[in-house]
């Protein structure tokens, strides 16, 4: 099976159980990866839905900052 037939059939696989309303497509939060400013160590931080900026301490060293 080719890759152009593969991406077909799983699009019309959706396209049915999106029909079928038994696929439920929900909106939740973000997980964003940030770099601490002062000592590099990288964090994982949740985003509510449609915020761009999140306050967070570094895991490591404590650091307060602002994701970008």
Do not use: D, W, Y
């Not at 159980?17 to 949740?46: D, F, H, L, S, Y």
């Amino acid at each position: 099976m080719s890759k152009q037939a593969m991406r077909e059939e799983a699009e019309r696989m959706i396209r049915e159980a999106m029909e079928k309303k038994t696929v439920v497509v929900k909106e939740g939060n973000t997980r964003i990866e940030a770099v601490c400013g002062k000592c590099g160590a990288p964090n994982r931080v949740q985003a509510a839905r449609g915020e761009t900026r999140v306050k967070f301490a570094c895991k490591n060293c404590g650091h307060k900052q602002e994701t970008l």
